[in-house]
């Protein structure tokens, strides 16, 4: 999800009163202000995990101590499962860090499933962007009720709470924090398993969505890097960035009140439970349950590494900010760039979101002088969520394409009629997933996108895996959507762009001149905007 949903104002059937609620805190915008001298009481992850079931596992399974494992989650069922079975099993902790878990079907089973593992004396911490929080104050504040759980909120808004729209009215004065935001995504279980990747907690994220699904990558992981994870997690945690939600919230009633709020606002999520899988995945792997009851998980180990940017990279004084986010090495985006830069062979990016920026057409011009094979995937126009940073991206295409980059576009249509990632119905298909191959060999696996938010803006965390086992099984999973999903595109006789995909009947391949699947009005919006729209607001 991108910085143009956040900001949308809502229909104009809706106006009169959005409206009037706009101008009412626009004049308290100067009197709103975050709590201060908060209560944050320091916690960190629990070490000595190697007793439970979950560290015993890890820690039986592994060559040796440097070692970490994986297992990629290409498909949705399989993702989510290995969270919940995460959840269920742990017996010492569970921590998790997300942009969005939002209140649907999907992010209330999760916290009911939270609830379940706090009731059994798992401690519970819970790390969320408040930037979609809307509307779920009371949710949130009812599951920090229960024994063993704290909810935290990172750079929250502090007052209209209950909408969007009053949010972001009475934080216009103070609009150059409030669209800095943690987009990192991390799920730990007693120190010993984590899932790390590109999905948030949402119907969308799952294929639960009626309207639009995202393909995406997530991977299980265990072994070294795990405790490297949770110091990147208490790092937030501990920020003064982050406030307990007791500090926003005040939600009537006493504890025993709210846990019963809970169970009525999630009762139907449980009754909504999500299937465990039965068949095996793109991978061939079949459901951690099954691998976790055998007591012997299939993973491929390999050396890794994790980053997070520091939360100052967003709301530091502005001293402590990297003028650009690149020049900090302790951050995902200065190890993205250092690694791709020094490909000798081949780069292959998968990103939702592309605008290459100065910097970014400099690395790839760089690497096709040296002769290195660069395959960008993305999404179309027709795909994308957010149509503004597709007016960044398209600034840059064809000038990619004269560089030699192998550029594909992920086509609705060809996704819904794949059914290789799953079966979409009358659902669109979009890309999530932020990953990059090099030279067959390291994989980044994350939250970062390839654009200037990400860049300046967000804060985000990457996996680096050293494997070419695992370099071979990404590799593969993206070329099903370039060779089933996508166009390719192309410059045509006369410097024009052009969208390649293959016959249907088996025929000549079909090349269209226009932005595909979408109508002539979606276009002309974009050439209207497309003068007004400087890249730095992107």
């Known amino acids: 999800m991108g910085a143009e949903r956040a900001m949308r104002l809502?229909?104009?059937?809706?106006?009169?009163?959005?409206?009037?609620?706009?101008?009412?805190?626009?004049?308290?915008?100067?009197?709103?202000?975050?709590?201060?001298?908060?209560?944050?009481?320091?916690?960190?992850?629990?070490?000595?995990t190697a007793n439970t079931a979950l560290g015993r596992l890890a820690v039986a399974g592994a060559p040796d101590a440097q070692q970490s494992g994986f297992r990629l989650l290409p498909m949705p069922a399989y993702s989510m499962h290995a969270r919940l079975e995460l959840a269920r099993r742990a017996q010492r902790s569970i921590d998790i860090q997300y942009y969005l878990v939002q209140n649907d079907e999907t992010g209330r089973y999760l916290l009911r499933t939270l609830r379940d593992a706090a009731e059994r004396g798992v401690r519970v911490r819970v790390l969320i962007d408040d930037l979609y929080t809307a509307g779920a104050d009371t949710l949130l504040a009812s599951l920090a009720a229960h024994p063993n759980v704290e909810v935290r909120l990172f750079n929250p808004f502090p007052a209209g709470r209950d909408r969007l729209l009053t949010r972001l009215g009475a934080s216009l004065l103070d609009i150059d924090r409030i669209h800095r935001r943690m987009h990192n995504k991390l799920f730990v279980a007693d120190n010993a398993m984590a899932v790390v990747g590109g999905r948030n907690i949402a119907n969308e994220y799952f294929m639960r969505n009626a309207g639009s699904n995202f393909i995406d990558i997530d991977t299980l992981v265990t072994g070294a890097v795990v405790p490297r994870l949770s110091s990147l997690f208490d790092m937030y945690w501990n920020s003064p960035f982050v406030y307990p939600i007791e500090s926003l919230v005040h939600v009537q009633g006493t504890p025993a009140q709210l846990r019963q709020r809970f169970e009525e606002m999630t009762w139907d999520a449980a009754i909504w439970a999500p299937q465990t899988p039965i068949e095996r995945d793109l991978l061939g792997y079949q459901a951690l349950a099954e691998d976790l009851d055998a007591g012997e998980l299939s993973l491929i180990w390999a050396r890794a590494e994790a980053f997070a940017d520091m939360p100052h990279k967003a709301l530091g004084p502005r001293e402590e900010r990297p003028r650009v986010a690149a020049d900090s090495p302790e951050g995902v985006l200065f190890n993205v760039r250092r690694y791709v830069r020094a490909a000798e062979r081949e780069a292959l990016v998968t990103t939702p979101y592309l605008i290459p920026g100065r910097g970014g057409m400099e690395s790839v011009r760089q690497l096709r002088e040296r002769g290195v094979r660069f395959t960008l995937v993305t999404n179309s126009l027709a795909a994308t969520d957010?149509?503004?940073?597709?007016?960044?991206?398209?600034?840059?295409?064809?000038?990619?394409?004269?560089?030699?980059?192998?550029?594909?576009?992920?086509?609705?249509?060809?996704?819904?009629?794949?059914?290789?990632?799953?079966?979409?119905?009358?659902?669109?298909?979009?890309?999530?997933?932020?990953?990059?191959?090099?030279?067959?060999?390291?994989?980044?696996?994350?939250?970062?996108?390839?654009?200037?938010r990400s860049?300046?803006?967000?804060?985000?965390?990457?996996?680096?895996?050293?494997?070419?086992?695992?370099?071979?099984?990404?590799t593969s999973l993206v070329g099903f959507i370039t060779m089933d999903a996508a166009y390719r595109v192309r410059l045509g006789p006369r410097g024009d762009v052009e969208w390649v995909s293959p016959s249907e009947d088996g025929g000549p391949d079909v090349v269209q001149h226009t932005e595909p699947e979408t109508d002539f009005g979606s276009r002309l919006k974009l050439e209207l905007l497309a003068p007004l729209v400087p890249e730095s607001l992107l």
């Open 10 to 48: 809502g229909t104009w059937g809706r106006g009169i009163g959005s409206l009037a609620a706009l101008a009412l805190f626009l004049l308290l915008a100067g009197c709103a202000g975050l709590p201060r001298e908060v209560e944050r009481p320091p916690s960190y992850a629990v070490a000595g």
């Open 386 to 452: 957010e149509s503004l940073v597709h007016l960044g991206y398209r600034r840059y295409r064809p000038e990619l394409v004269r560089l030699g980059v192998e550029l594909y576009e992920l086509s609705p249509k060809r996704v819904e009629q794949t059914q290789r990632f799953g079966i979409f119905g009358s659902a669109s298909g979009r890309l999530h997933g932020k990953s990059a191959v090099v030279d067959g060999k390291l994989v980044f696996i994350g939250s970062l996108n390839f654009d200037p």
């Open 455 to 474: 860049d300046l803006h967000n804060t985000e965390l990457g996996l680096f895996i050293h494997s070419p086992q695992i370099a071979a099984q990404l």
